[in-house]
Every structure is written in structure tokens, then in C-alpha cells.
């Protein structure tokens, strides 16, 4: 089976070239991309789709799943293809090299090469009656030759066209029909003259062409012409009917707008529109259905099971397999409500509809997926009324999102179809409580966090994370289990560092999922070590480090880490009976924590003073701890 568009049916080359040694590719899973096609077919036997490649002078060989699976290159000008009677062999017209290629389409080896004395072509090729028919331009007019393969020493026949005097330059398009063994349909348009013009049905089963019908009036910008399976008609373009049976063509109907074709055996019609791709039944005024591709040419499988397209990609064209092209697909539609009440009646209503009508009594299956049943339950099964329309009703005894899906599960003349929608039923609210928000801890004090979960249908499970201040430690699930008789769970924290904590219950069929979170808050840990006195004792009730007028005390502050951490260190001194602030300063601390600074000596006796290391939170270089004040140090300085 073949079609052939003849867009390019005018950039035609002359000259004349030598056919190049032809090398079939070696069989490889893999695509092709196709530069200018000209010219498909299929062969069933082989389970081969065949596509001339006039960019490259090679053709293409794909399995059905549009995989190359071999080629042969050297084809000058490459223009049209066609396949014998049994399969096994496979012709080409270079219209470059004006021959006809004869290859075995197993092998892609050259059997034979026919030399054309035409001005123009071979152009188009059609197998009927034992013999490869091929159009022409000799001279001024468009003809008809053929090529006898067991003709022996003069296989090439010819100015085969019975009519004369067509006054059409340009060679015309081909098309032939398994059911109607030895009839040539030939379509021709002069596109430099609109009013000349060839429509014509040959016999060539006899030994010479009988001309059967022709028109060569009215005929304009003929694209494409295909005889009808099972009926003495022409399609032309893709969209008009002509009937021939009384030597005429008189119209007998058309397709929606198209500019292209391929008929099946069955006398499905494949109809190239603009950017898709439409299936008719015959004389049908809707399609079957249609499929999305940037299409240049195609061809339909022998059995009537897909259609090869070749569709437009980057670089070029390539093959696609256009599968069940008999079965219209359906479009399904489900309405649920978007809210409804548990344990309530609710109604879903939805429609299906197709270009092909449901026989009477189509039913479609039913699935409710909810909490109760995350795999599905099936409900009663819903018969589709007259225009498609369907309705049932469901009580969900389940709530949260409930979901009904619909399904169609297809038909000889149908695709299963699917669709669903959800509705939320409403679902009971319960209490669930977390202890010890706002509560402050010392640094590493383990902290005991206790959940409350209140009433619920099954679910008694709890969850409890922790998350603790800081980007570089993430949120941890600590405790995840049931609650206990009375309701609790509890989890234990070690609180170095301010900790937001979270108690989760997911719900269940009847009650709504819960969230609480607890914010606790720890101080950092902060000890502060003197050294270079030379005593400790008493001022009143106050003990104070003793230091040398002339000596520098070192103080050394130990606090817990975190990356870029610095402490504050405040220092006061004692005047007329009160503590007076004589600096407060940020220094950084070490990655062991540990941050010491030297006071200068006063350099006179008498002088009380004291310091502290402070961690204020968001001042200190973070704020993953709450702020906390270390204890004073007092310091004395004698003679």
C-alpha cells in the first residue's frame, strides 16, 4: 500500500547521472530522520515500511515500530516507490538518473536498472497488472510508461496514456487498489495553466492501457487522487468523491477539508489535515478520530491496523506508527461535588461521548477510593443513557478526599476511557496538646515532651518531631507510636539548643489530621576561669579574686559552641558605694569554646571590679540559643 503527495511534483531536476554502487546499512534498532520524503510503502510480509529520502538518494527501511532497520543509498533523485504483487521486490524512480530501480526488498540489493528517455522523470510509480507503471514529461505533455520485468531484452514501454493531446505539461499522480486488480487511477494538473487538467481510470490488465473514465475539465491543483476500495470512485485531494462508472466523473460526496490521503483495504480514509492526522469511515461526515501530527505523507498498514506518518522533526521527517485508527476515542467526564457530609447521600453525574455512537445498554465501571479503601472499591456498575449522560448515588462512610473514578473498557470500535473526581466529605475535629511551650531550660537538661490526643475512629497513633534551631540540623521524628489508654505519648528532648517541637496526628476516616507544635527555649552553657591572682578572700560577704596593682588577670570563658559564635564581656567597677559599667565588648570564640581575655593592670591599690561572659541571642553571631547571663567574677586589686 503506498500514497504519494505531489508537492514537490514540480521541482523536478534534469540531467542525467549514473546510479552509484547501492550498500544496504547494516540492522540497527534505531531511528532515522527523513530529509525530503518521496514516496512510502508497506510491506506485511516483511513486516517493512519503505521511505524514499530525495534529500539523501537513499531509502529507508523501518520495522512497524518506525526503527530503521536498513537502507540503500545512490538513488539519484530519488521521487516515488512501489512494491510488487508478492512483496519481494521493491521499485524506484530516480528521476536524476531517468531509470526505475528494481531492489529485492528483503536485502536491498539492486536486481535490475530500466533507463527512462524521458525529459522529465521517472516520476510517479504504481505495481498493477505484472507491470511498474510510472508517468513522464516528454516534451510538453505529461505521459504514461511502463516496465515489464519479463519482458526480457526491451522491458520499457512508452507514450502508454490512451488519450492524446492532453495539453497537461506535468506528469501525473498514480494510485492503484488491491480490490480492483489491473486498474490505474491517474491525476494530473498543469499549475502553470488552472484550466488544463486530467482525471482519468486506466485498465493496463490487458496487453494494452483501456482508458475506462477521464475528465479534462474542471480538473485544478490535483494533489492527490486514490481509487475507493469496493466502488468505481476516485478521492481526490483527500476530500472529494468521484464516481466513474459511466465513463465520467460525476461528485459523489467529500470528507471535511483535507489536502491528502491513504485509503485502506477496508475503506478506511486516512486524511492529512493540517497538523493531524483524520480517520473517516467511508462517506462518513465526522471521523473516528484524529490524531495530533505535523504529517507529510503516510501510508496504511495491508491489514488495516495502523498508519504510518511521517511526522515533521527537527532536521526532517520521521516515522511514526499511528495505531488503532478503527476505534474512536471517547471523552469521559466525571462531576462530584466538592464538599459533602459523611455518611450523607451524595450524586455524581458525568457524560461519555464519541464520534462513534455506544450501542444501547454501554455500561461503565465504578471505583470509590477514600481512607477506608486506598485501593478501591467497586460499586455497582452505571448504564449510560441515550446521549451519553449517566448519574448514581454513594454514601461515603468515609471522610477526606473520596475519589470516584470512572472507566469505559472499550470496545471494537471504542479505546477504554478514564476519568475521576474527588469531593471532600467532612470529617470530626479531635484536641491534641503539647506540653512546655515557652519554657526555659539550662543547657543539656533532657526535657520530657508529652502529647494529649483526644477522641478518634481507628487512628491512635501519634507522631513527635523535633526540630532544632540552626540550619544545619534538620527536623528529627522522635517518637511515632500509639497513644496510651488515656491518650498520651511522650517523647524526651536534650535541650542544647532553642528546640521547636511537633505533635502530629495524621487523622483517620472520621476525624481531621491535627498539628501542635511546643517552642522551648535552652540557655547556653557558660563558665568563666581566673587566673594570675594571688588569693582569694572576702570583702564583706563577697569573695573576691586578689591581683597585684601591676598584674594583668586573665580571665577565660568556656561557653558552647556553635560556628561564629562570640560572647559579650561586660566589666564594672565599684565608685562611691555602686557598680558602674566601664566596658562591654564581643569577643569570638574558639572552635573549643573557649574565648580569654587580658584585663590591663590599674597600676594602683584599691580598685574592686567585676566581670561576666554573656551569650545574647541574635547579637552573639546566632540565635539558636535563648540569652544567658554567666555568673560575676569579682577582682581585687592591692598593693
Known sequence: MRSTSAATALAVLFGSAALTAASAGSASAVTATIGSPEGIVVNDTLKRVFVGDDTNDRIVAFDYNGNRVDSVSGIDGIFDLALSDDGSTLYAAARVSHEIVALDAATLDVKARYPVAATTGPLHLEYAGGKVWFTYAAGTEGDLGSVDPAAGTDPVSLGQLPLENTGVSAAGLLDTDPSAPGLLAIGASDFSDPSKGLMAVVDVSGATPRLVASQQSDVEYVNDVELVPGAPQVLVDGTFRHAYADGKFTAAGAYPSGHGADIAPNGLVAQLGEGQVAVYRPDAAKPIRTYAADTSDLAWAPDSSRIFALVSSPGGY????????????????????????????????????????????????????????????????????????????????????VTYKVAYAGDADHLPAGASDSVEVSRASTSLTLNNNGKLYNYGTDVKFSAHLGTTYKNRSVEIWADPFGGDKPKKLIKTGKVDSKGDI??????????????????????????????????????????????????????????????????????????????????????????????????????????????????????????????????????????????????????
Open 318 to 401: 520521521t516515522l511514526k506508527a499511528l495505531t488503532d485508527p478503527a476505534r474512536s476515542v471517547p471523552t469521559l467526564s466525571v462531576n462530584a461535588p466538592a464538599t459533602a457530609a459523611r455518611a450523607k447521600q451524595l450524586t455524581v453525574t458525568g457524560k461519555i461521548t464519541a464520534t462513534v455512537p455506544f450501542p444501547t445498554g454501554t455500561e461503565l465501571t465504578v471505583t470509590r477510593t477514600d481512607l477506608e479503601s486506598p485501593s478501591g472499591k467497586t460499586l455497582p456498575s452505571v448504564t449510560v443513557k441515550a446521549d451519553g449522560g449517566y448519574s448514581f448515588t454513594d454514601t461515603p462512610s468515609a471522610g477526606g478526599k
Open 490 to 639: 511522650a517523647a524526651w528532648v536534650d535541650m542544647t539548643r532553642d528546640t521547636t517541637v511537633t505533635a502530629v496526628f495524621k487523622g483517620d476516616s472520621r476525624y481531621k489530621p491535627k498539628t501542635v507544635t511546643s517552642t522551648a527555649y535552652a540557655r547556653v552553657r557558660i563558665s568563666t576561669a581566673v587566673t594570675k591572682h594571688y588569693k582569694t578572700a572576702k570583702i564583706g560577704s563577697t569573695s573576691y579574686y586578689w591581683f597585684h596593682k601591676n598584674t594583668d588577670p586573665l580571665l577565660t570563658t568556656t561557653m558552647s559552641y556553635y560556628p561564629g559564635r562570640k560572647q559579650r564581656f561586660d566589666l564594672q567597677v565599684y565608685y562611691q558605694g555602686s557598680w558602674h559599667s566601664a566596658d562591654s565588648r564581643y569577643f569570638p570564640l574558639g572552635t573549643n569554646g573557649k574565648s580569654a581575655v587580658r584585663l590591663g593592670a590599674p597600676g594602683e591599690s584599691g580598685i574592686r571590679a567585676r566581670m561576666r561572659s554573656v551569650y545574647v541571642n541574635g547579637s552573639s553571631g546566632d540565635s539558636v540559643n535563648s540569652t544567658t547571663y554567666g555568673s560575676w567574677k569579682y577582682l581585687y586589686f592591692s598593693d
